[in-house]
């Protein structure tokens, strides 16, 4: 668990890239929330080759700020990878060499698949804030119709990372047929008020940022700054009190001596100025309005009568991960939600790993999660249901 | 514990305000960076009556967000009282029958001490962001030209929460003989990564609001939208996961359906929407830029071999407290001081109060605080050295 990775088994395969049209101009595309919504496009990407029996789908959901590329480059001299190479490749613990991988970048994102972002094609500008809400269901159903245009009744597993976990779950209770097994980690069945706080503040940054203009920018300045803002709060929660001890401490960046100015000096300022700047590089505003908006309304057992009930349709082995050192989806929602599954009598693995890290530790710790990952997936192709 | 303060023992007294210039026009005060600042007037509140011996001093030292008006009302027919009234006055944890009060503003601050939004009387104008940089140790020696001033030699007690625990520390530090005790509550030696992190996050908000104009913004519109972030951050972290869950849940504000919309509709929301709102009526932007900027500079065993060899000078006895649910400057913390004052052979008493609160317990919760402080400052006037 304490290794970080860094060496991968084996070279860095090609990602192949793509978009399709998953709802067509003039369809009508009914929303959780009861607005509609067309065209739908989804930006997504695939690893590996698809079996003859179609039998090898793994299905791979990203979190509030990733994207679909989730492994590999996309051209031989490329230096970027995707987000989970560490994890997604040949011979890796999701291992392109057996499985068939596909990544889509989420409805309401800004990578690719349709968003507050996009033209809407009634008005020919962009949607901004009269794009409708959308919820991590209304995703997940976007991701439906994506399998069903690549002729892909059933994956193998789902698998995601906090709000990728979300969609695990979703996917399990909505599509029990279509899932042969759920893996959630670091994720919940629903935030805390606190994690509702800190995405509101995120959200409160934005808006309050005069460039937002009403989410109406795009023709002008961006709100940067106050998605920075929201990008540098989120950082604090993805990381453990410890590990920012451990990693900054109260050192400074250059200097010896206090500069007792106001740029950034201590090495934790430095660190968040450089996650903000980088992020806003890739990120919409509006996109994270929507998506993190998405995150605080799922909990799918809302109109239950407990979670169980909830997840009562669901036909998928389950396995659940948490961390000890994540304090913004701790260990205890991991352990409400196996005990749900586990009271409505659904096959589940669950396991809390020990990590310094925080809740990015499924980003940047490569073991035990590989080998429990892997291990997983083979067991449930292996038919041990 | 359990009690929330609510009745107080007995009648709210009236405080007396005042403000002194306590730096000369002309006169050159040196700050801990070397930078020089004159005049410095300092607003301050008194309560209770200062004996003929004047050895009932208790000086109180507020937290980032607080100011002189501790306790007590200004006029008998005012429903305000000081942000402490539970704690300080007849018959209370800190007894205005017995001791004389005094709190102050810190230097830096905007409610009536000289800070960035004074006017510079080499220039006419408000000082904006060309005020000094100021440190505790400043906020300190400012309150000890208070003290002269007021013709008090030495306080019984130094007593504050959060910050202002920070400043009872650099008290019983820089002013030894001064001091006979040192109450220091919820607060820290130094801050943690983490907590310089979400401070960092709290000043990004203000300076990227593009109407913070470097500081400059008296004349026109403040920037009001990021500084209610900050606040909003801040309030995150002063309260627990589990108060906030106890306290708002997933609940809606109003309404039994999910809006679909954008505006506040959790109740945790609507919470951090009203605590953002209230701040900015009564806050400065930049000060809280260089309050939080003092927080973050302080560590009195930075330029020392330990923290024990730091506190060597003091001759107070200490009362340290944390609480249990205090994630911004946790136990630990606290520990680490009392470990510190061990070595170096202070007498030192230390409580870890059990509550749910969070950081803000001190300022929540009457018992058993009440009775440990009250008992302590009986005992150290008792003479039991």
Redesign the interface.
């Known amino acids: 668990m304490r290794r970080v990775a860094q060496e991968t088994p084996a070279g860095v395969p090609l990602a192949q890239r793509a978009s399709m049209q998953v709802v067509e101009p003039g369809e009508r595309f009914e929303l959780?929330?009861?607005?509609h919504l067309s065209p739908i496009t989804v930006a997504y990407e695939t690893l590996g080759e698809l079996s003859r029996t179609k039998d090898n789908v793994i299905l791979i959901a990203h979190a509030l700020s990733g994207d679909a590329h989730v492994a590999g480059r996309y051209r031989p001299d490329e230096a970027a990878v995707g987000w989970w190479d560490d994890f997604v490749g040949p011979g890796r613990a999701i291992d392109t060499d057996r499985y068939f991988v596909i990544c889509s970048n989420v409805l309401g994102g800004c990578r690719g698949t349709t968003g507050p972002g996009s033209i809407n094609v009634a008005t020919g500008r962009r949607y901004g804030?009269s794009f409708?809400?959308v919820t991590i269901g209304d995703m997940v159903r976007v991701q439906a119709r994506l399998l069903d245009r690549l002729g892909i009744d059933r994956v193998a597993a789902v698998i995601g990372g906090s709000m990728g976990g979300m969609q695990a779950i979703e996917w399990a209770i909505s599509f029990p047929e279509r899932v042969g097994s759920a893996i959630v980690i670091a994720s919940t069945s629903?935030?805390?008020?606190?994690s509702?706080?800190?995405n509101?503040?995120g959200?409160?940054?934005i808006?309050?940022?005069?460039?937002w203009c009403g989410g109406d920018y795009y023709d002008n300045g961006e709100p940067l700054?106050?998605l920075?803002?929201a990008r540098?709060?989120g950082h604090?929660t993805y990381?453990s009190?410890s590990s920012?001890?451990e990693?900054?401490?109260?050192a400074l960046r250059e200097a010896e001596k206090?500069s007792?100015?106001?740029d950034?000096e201590?090495a934790?300022?430095t660190y968040?100025?450089y996650q903000?700047a980088k992020f806003v590089e890739r990120f919409d505003g509006n996109s994270y309005?929507y998506i993190t908006?998405a995150m605080?309304?799922y909990?799918p057992a809302?109109e239950c009568s407990s979670l169980a009930e909830a997840l009562a349709p669901s036909k998928a082995r389950w396995l659940v991960v948490s961390y000890t050192g994540d304090?913004l989806f701790?260990t205890a929602q991991s352990r409400e939600l196996v005990d749900a599954l586990l009271v409505g009598r659904k096959r589940v693995s669950f396991v809390e790993l020990e990590s310094a890290y925080g809740h990015d530790a499924f980003l940047l710790e490569y073991e035990p999660l590989a080998t429990i990952v892997s291990g997983f997936i083979q067991s449930v192709r292996d038919g041990k249901k």
Chains 1, 2 share one sequence.
Request: hydrophobic share 45%; no cysteine; net charge negative.
């Open positions: 959780e929330s009861g607005a804030m409708p809400t629903r935030l805390s008020a606190q509702i706080a800190f509101a503040v959200r409160n940054a808006t309050s940022d005069p460039r700054g106050g920075a803002v540098m709060i604090i990381l009190d920012m001890q990693k900054f401490g109260r206090l007792y100015g106001f950034s201590f934790v300022e968040l100025d903000g309005l908006k605080d309304y909990d809302a304090w701790p």
